[in-house]
C-alpha cells in the first residue's frame, strides 16, 4: 500500500535534460530478479551517477551537496519515457523522492508513480524552468514545498504556483488508497459485465476451448 | 439532436466499460492479460503474497521472451533468469494459466506470439506488463503496457482504472518509395513529433499506405507508438486483418467466427469522426531512415547528416545534441551513411516476424557479412523460427555469416545479458537507441531489416536502395 502524500517541504534538484528514460532511470539488468525491490535506490540514474570505473561522477547532480539529500526532482521534458518498467519508480522511491515536477511525463512512468506514493506534477515548462533557475541560484539550499491538499508549489523565494490534478489520484495519494482492495469492492459489477459479456463476445471468453 | 461519429477508440472503450468512475475515467474490463518472464512471476507471487486468486486464469497467458538466452539450448540463461522461468512455469501453473513455454509452438516474443496465435483480436482490450504491447493495435485492438501495480491490479479484478486519453489520427499517405519499409514510416513520424509528441494520446494510424500495408507491416507501426509518447496506437480492422486472424489457434471459428466478424465491421471510426490532433505525412517523400543519437527522435534519412549543435540557437537543444553526439561518437555534420559497425542485430517485437526476416535474407541472399561485424538474427517466436527454416532462410543467413538464434527479446533490451560491448556500435531493428539500452555505453542505430542487413554486409550504415536486386 502506498504511502499516504500530503505535503513535503524539501531540497530539489533539477535535471533538465529532455527525453530521460526509464532504462537510464533504471538499467534492466537491475530488474531481472524475482526479489530486487530495496535494491534499488543505489542504481537509479546509474549511467549519470557513476564513472565506467564505477565511482561516483562527482559532476552528476546527486552525487553533489545538498542535492544528495533531495526529495524532489524537477525534471525537463518528457522524463520517464519509455519502458513500463516499474522498477524506475521503485529506484526513485528508494532514493528518498517524494514528488517529480516536470513539464510532461512517459505515460506509464506517471501511472506507475501514484501506485508507489510518488506526486509527479506536470505545469507549463515555464514554471520548471523557473523553478530549476531559483534551486540553482541558492546552489540547492532553497526548499521547494509542495501541497497536495492545495496543489500548490512554492518556490524557495515563495513564488506559489497552482497545479492540476486528477482527483482520483489526488485522492488515492492523500489517504495512500490501495486500489486493488477498491477495486475489488466492485467485484459484482465485475462479474455482471463478464456475464453479459459472455453472451454479446464469446469469441473473447471462449478462445482457450477452441485451441 | 446532433449526433458525432465516433472514433475506432470510442468504440472500443465504450465496449469494455464495466463502470465510470469519474467523467474521464472508467473501471475497464481486460480481455486478455499477457505475462513474461521478467514480470509474471512477480505479479502473480504478489497476488499470493495478497492471498487472491487470479479473477480470470482463462484470460491470462504467458510466456518467456525477456530474460531467456537466445543461444542454442539456451545456453547462457543467467540463474536468474532461469529463476524466472521456473517461477513463471511454478506460478502460472498453479493458477491454470497457459504457458507457452520454450521450444513449443506458441512461444516467443509476448507482442509477437499474441497476433499469431489468434489472441490478439480486432476490438480486444489487451494489456501487459511492457510498454510495447501497443504493438497488438495493428490489429484493431486497444491495446498498453501497464506497470507491475496495473499488473497486479489486472490479475486480481481482471479490470483496470484508466483515464481516456485524447485521439491523434496519423494518415499515411501515398505509396511507398523503394527500400521503403513500415519501420521507416514510423521512424519518419517520430522525427516529425517528436518522441512526446503523442503523449497523453491514442493514436489511429489510418491513410492510403496503412491500408495497402500488410498486417505484420501495420504491427510495427503501432509498435513504435510509445516512442513517440503514445502508449495505445491503432489501426482499423479491415479484409486483411480477418484473413490474417482467420483460422488460428485461438481465432473465433465457425458460427462465432461469423458473429465476431460481423461485431469488428462495425468497429472502423465514422467519417466525421473528430480527433483532437491530425497529422498527415506524404509517405511519397520518405527514404530508408537511421537514428543517429539517443532517442528515436534522433533520426534522418540515410542520405542525411549528423545534427550540427554550433548551428542550433537554443542553448538547451543545442546542449541536448552534443549529449546525444557525444555519446554516440559521432561528428557534428558528418554523413551518417558509411559510420562502420561492429554489430547488427536483427530482431526484437519490431521486427523479428516472417516478412522481416526474409527482408534482410532478400539483401543478405549471396553475400557476407562484412569482416569484423557481428550480425544476429533473433526470430520473433518459435514457430516464425520453424517457418523460417522451412523456407532454408536459417542456411541463407548462416552462409552469409549472420548467427541464426533462439526467439526471444534479446539484445533489444539486453536483459538476458546478450549485449553490444561498451563503446561498440550496432544498427538495430529493434525500438530503441537509448543510452546503454543494448548494454552499458553501447551505441545504437535503429533501423528496418533491410537497412540493417545492408549494414551488416557493407560494416558500415548502408542505404538499402544500392544493395536492393
Same mark, same amino acid.
Given at each position: 500500500?502506498?504511502?499516504?502524500?500530503?505535503?513535503?517541504?524539501?531540497?530539489?534538484?533539477?535535471?533538465?535534460?529532455?527525453?530521460?528514460?526509464?532504462?537510464?532511470?533504471?538499467?534492466?539488468?537491475?530488474?531481472?530478479?524475482?526479489?530486487?525491490?530495496?535494491?534499488?535506490?543505489?542504481?537509479?540514474? +546509474?549511467?549519470?551517477?557513476?564513472?565506467?570505473?564505477?565511482?561516483?561522477?562527482?559532476?552528476?547532480?546527486?552525487?553533489?551537496?545538498?542535492?544528495?539529500?533531495?526529495?524532489?526532482?524537477? %525534471?525537463?521534458?518528457?522524463?520517464?519515457?519509455?519502458?513500463?518498467?516499474?522498477?524506475?519508480?521503485?529506484?526513485?522511491?528508494?532514493? +528518498?523522492?517524494?514528488?517529480?515536477? +516536470?513539464?510532461?511525463?512517459?505515460?506509464?512512468?506517471?501511472?506507475?508513480? /501514484?501506485?508507489?506514493?510518488?506526486?509527479?506534477?506536470?505545469?507549463?515548462?515555464?514554471?520548471?524552468?523557473?523553478?530549476?533557475?531559483?534551486?540553482?541560484?541558492?546552489?540547492?539550499?532553497?526548499?521547494?514545498?509542495?501541497?497536495?491538499?492545495?496543489?500548490?508549489?512554492? @518556490?524557495?523565494?515563495?513564488?506559489?504556483?497552482?497545479?492540476?490534478? &486528477?482527483?482520483?489520484?489526488?485522492?488515492?495519494?492523500?489517504?495512500?488508497?490501495?486500489?486493488?482492495?477498491?477495486?475489488?469492492?466492485?467485484?459484482?459489477?465485475?462479474?455482471?459485465?463478464?456475464?453479459?459479456?459472455?453472451?454479446?463476445?464469446?469469441?473473447?471468453?471462449?478462445?482457450?476451448?477452441?485451441? | 439532436?446532433?449526433?458525432?461519429?465516433?472514433?475506432?477508440?470510442?468504440?472500443?472503450?465504450?465496449?469494455?466499460?464495466?463502470?465510470?468512475?469519474?467523467?474521464?475515467?472508467?473501471?475497464?474490463?481486460?480481455?486478455?492479460?499477457?505475462?513474461?518472464?521478467?514480470?509474471?512471476?512477480?505479479?502473480?507471487?504478489?497476488?499470493?503474497?495478497?492471498?487472491?486468486?487470479?479473477?480470470?486464469?482463462?484470460?491470462?497467458?504467458?510466456?518467456?521472451?525477456?530474460?531467456?538466452?537466445?543461444?542454442?539450448?539456451?545456453?547462457?540463461?543467467?540463474?536468474?533468469?532461469?529463476?524466472?522461468?521456473?517461477?513463471?512455469?511454478?506460478?502460472?501453473?498453479? @493458477?491454470?494459466?497457459?504457458?507457452?513455454?520454450?521450444?513449443?509452438?506458441?512461444?516467443?516474443?509476448?507482442?509477437?506470439?499474441?497476433?499469431?496465435?489468434?489472441?490478439?483480436?480486432?476490438?480486444?482490450?489487451?494489456?501487459?506488463?511492457? @510498454?510495447?504491447?501497443?504493438?497488438?493495435?495493428?490489429?484493431?485492438?486497444?491495446?498498453?503496457?501497464?506497470?507491475?501495480?496495473?499488473?497486479?491490479?489486472?490479475?486480481?479484478?481482471?479490470?483496470?482504472?484508466?483515464?481516456?486519453?485524447?485521439?491523434?489520427?496519423?494518415? /499515411?499517405?501515398?505509396?511507398?518509395?523503394?527500400?521503403?519499409?513500415?519501420?521507416?514510416?514510423?521512424?519518419?513520424?517520430?522525427?516529425?513529433?517528436?518522441?512526446?509528441?503523442?503523449? +497523453?494520446?491514442?493514436?489511429?494510424?489510418?491513410?492510403?499506405?496503412?491500408?495497402?500495408?500488410?498486417?505484420?507491416?501495420?504491427?510495427? !507501426?503501432?509498435?513504435?507508438?510509445?516512442?513517440?509518447?503514445?502508449?495505445?496506437?491503432?489501426?482499423?480492422?479491415?479484409?486483411? %486483418?480477418?484473413?490474417?486472424?482467420?483460422?488460428?489457434?485461438?481465432?473465433?471459428?465457425?458460427?462465432?467466427?461469423?458473429?465476431?466478424?460481423?461485431?469488428?465491421?462495425?468497429?472502423?471510426?465514422?467519417? &466525421?469522426?473528430?480527433?483532437?490532433?491530425?497529422?498527415?505525412?506524404?509517405?511519397?517523400?520518405?527514404?530508408?531512415?537511421?537514428?543517429?543519437?539517443?532517442?528515436?527522435?534522433?533520426?534522418?534519412?540515410?542520405?542525411?547528416?549528423?545534427?550540427?549543435?554550433?548551428?542550433?540557437?537554443?542553448?538547451?537543444?543545442?546542449?541536448?545534441?552534443?549529449?546525444?553526439?557525444?555519446?554516440?561518437?559521432?561528428?557534428?555534420?558528418?554523413?551518417?551513411?558509411?559510420?562502420?559497425?561492429?554489430?547488427?542485430?536483427?530482431?526484437?517485437? %519490431?521486427?523479428?516476424?516472417?516478412?522481416?526476416?526474409?527482408?534482410?535474407?532478400?539483401?543478405?541472399?549471396?553475400?557476407?557479412?562484412?569482416?569484423?561485424?557481428?550480425?544476429?538474427?533473433?526470430?520473433?517466436?518459435?514457430?516464425?523460427?520453424?517457418?523460417?527454416?522451412?523456407?532454408?532462410?536459417?542456411?541463407? /543467413? %548462416?552462409?552469409?555469416?549472420?548467427?541464426?538464434?533462439?526467439?526471444?527479446?534479446?539484445?533489444?533490451?539486453?536483459?538476458?545479458?546478450?549485449?553490444?560491448?561498451?563503446?561498440?556500435?550496432?544498427?538495430?531493428?529493434?525500438?530503441?537507441? /537509448?543510452?546503454?539500452?543494448?548494454?552499458?555505453?553501447?551505441?545504437?542505430?535503429?533501423?528496418?531489416?533491410?537497412?540493417?542487413?545492408?549494414?551488416?554486409?557493407?560494416?558500415? !550504415?548502408?542505404?538499402?536502395?544500392?544493395?536492393?536486386?
Amino acid at each position: 500500500m502506498p504511502k499516504p502524500f500530503t505535503r513535503l517541504s524539501a531540497i530539489a534538484a533539477p535535471i533538465m535534460r529532455s527525453n530521460i528514460d526509464t532504462d537510464v532511470v533504471i538499467r534492466i539488468e537491475r530488474l531481472v530478479g524475482t526479489s530486487v525491490r530495496g535494491t534499488l535506490g543505489k542504481w537509479a540514474f +546509474g549511467s549519470l551517477r557513476y564513472l565506467p570505473d564505477g565511482s561516483e561522477n562527482p559532476e552528476f547532480i546527486l552525487n553533489r551537496e545538498p542535492y544528495r539529500q533531495a526529495e524532489i526532482l524537477i %525534471t525537463g521534458p518528457n522524463f520517464g519515457c519509455g519502458s513500463s518498467r516499474e522498477g524506475a519508480v521503485w529506484s526513485l522511491q528508494e532514493l +528518498g523522492i517524494r514528488a517529480i515536477i +516536470g513539464s510532461g511525463f512517459g505515460d506509464i512512468f506517471f501511472a506507475n508513480c /501514484f501506485q508507489n506514493g510518488i506526486l509527479p506534477i506536470v505545469v507549463d515548462k515555464a514554471i520548471v524552468d523557473g523553478l530549476a533557475a531559483e534551486v540553482e541560484s541558492t546552489q540547492g539550499a532553497g526548499r521547494v514545498s509542495v501541497d497536495l491538499e492545495e496543489q500548490t508549489i512554492t @518556490s524557495p523565494s515563495g513564488q506559489r504556483h497552482s497545479f492540476e490534478i &486528477d482527483p482520483r489520484r489526488r485522492a488515492g495519494l492523500l489517504k495512500g488508497l490501495d486500489e486493488v482492495a477498491l477495486t475489488l469492492q466492485r467485484d459484482a459489477e465485475i462479474c455482471a459485465f463478464q456475464a453479459a459479456d459472455r453472451m454479446a463476445r464469446p469469441w473473447i471468453h471462449f478462445a482457450g476451448k477452441s485451441a | 439532436m446532433e449526433k458525432r461519429g465516433r472514433t475506432l477508440l470510442a468504440k472500443i472503450w465504450d465496449q469494455h466499460v464495466i463502470a465510470h468512475v469519474s467523467d474521464d475515467t472508467d473501471l475497464l474490463h481486460v480481455d486478455r492479460h499477457l505475462l513474461h518472464d521478467l514480470g509474471g512471476s512477480r505479479g502473480l507471487l504478489d497476488l499470493k503474497g495478497r492471498n487472491l486468486p487470479v479473477h480470470n486464469p482463462e484470460l491470462t497467458f504467458a510466456t518467456p521472451d525477456h530474460a531467456i538466452s537466445s543461444a542454442r539450448g539456451r545456453a547462457g540463461t543467467s540463474k536468474t533468469g532461469q529463476e524466472l522461468l521456473e517461477g513463471l512455469r511454478v506460478e502460472t501453473s498453479a @493458477s491454470g494459466i497457459a504457458m507457452f513455454d520454450i521450444d513449443e509452438p506458441g512461444q516467443g516474443i509476448v507482442h509477437v506470439i499474441g497476433p499469431e496465435l489468434g489472441l490478439s483480436l480486432p476490438g480486444c482490450l489487451i494489456v501487459c506488463g511492457d @510498454s510495447h504491447t501497443c504493438t497488438h493495435g495493428g490489429l484493431g485492438a486497444l491495446a498498453f503496457g501497464i506497470g507491475s501495480s496495473e499488473l497486479t491490479h489486472v490479475l486480481a479484478t481482471q479490470a483496470l482504472i484508466q483515464r481516456r486519453p485524447k485521439t491523434m489520427r496519423v494518415k /499515411f499517405e501515398g505509396r511507398l518509395s523503394s527500400g521503403v519499409t513500415a519501420k521507416d514510416l514510423i521512424l519518419a513520424l517520430i522525427g516529425h513529433v517528436g518522441a512526446a509528441g503523442g503523449t +497523453g494520446y491514442a493514436v489511429e494510424y489510418a491513410g492510403s499506405a496503412i491500408r495497402d500495408m500488410p498486417i505484420e507491416g501495420r504491427l510495427t !507501426i503501432c509498435n513504435l507508438s510509445i516512442e513517440l509518447g503514445a502508449k495505445m496506437g491503432m489501426i482499423a480492422p479491415d479484409e486483411k %486483418t480477418y484473413e490474417y486472424i482467420r483460422g488460428r489457434r485461438y481465432a473465433p471459428q465457425g458460427e462465432i467466427w461469423q458473429r465476431a466478424a460481423d461485431a469488428w465491421r462495425q468497429l472502423p471510426s465514422d467519417p &466525421d469522426a473528430v480527433f483532437d490532433r491530425e497529422v498527415v505525412i506524404d509517405v511519397e517523400t520518405i527514404i530508408p531512415q537511421v537514428t543517429w543519437g539517443i532517442s528515436p527522435e534522433h533520426v534522418v534519412g540515410v542520405d542525411g547528416y549528423v545534427p550540427d549543435p554550433a548551428a542550433i540557437a537554443d542553448p538547451a537543444r543545442r546542449a541536448a545534441i552534443e549529449t546525444a553526439i557525444d555519446y554516440m561518437g559521432l561528428k557534428p555534420g558528418a554523413p551518417i551513411i558509411g559510420t562502420p559497425v561492429d554489430w547488427v542485430f536483427i530482431g526484437s517485437c %519490431t521486427n523479428s516476424r516472417l516478412s522481416d526476416l526474409r527482408a534482410a535474407a532478400e539483401i543478405a541472399r549471396g553475400r557476407k557479412v562484412a569482416p569484423g561485424v557481428r550480425a544476429w538474427v533473433v526470430p520473433g517466436s518459435e514457430t516464425i523460427k520453424r517457418d523460417a527454416v522451412a523456407e532454408g532462410l536459417d542456411k541463407l /543467413f %548462416t552462409d552469409a555469416g549472420f548467427e541464426w538464434r533462439e526467439p526471444g527479446c534479446s539484445m533489444c533490451l539486453a536483459a538476458n545479458g546478450e549485449i553490444v560491448a561498451p563503446g561498440q556500435r550496432s544498427v538495430s531493428t529493434s525500438n530503441r537507441n /537509448f543510452i546503454g539500452r543494448q548494454g552499458p555505453r553501447a551505441r545504437t542505430h535503429l533501423a528496418s531489416p533491410a537497412t540493417a542487413a545492408a549494414s551488416a554486409i557493407s560494416g558500415a !550504415i548502408a542505404d538499402v536502395r544500392t544493395m536492393e536486386r
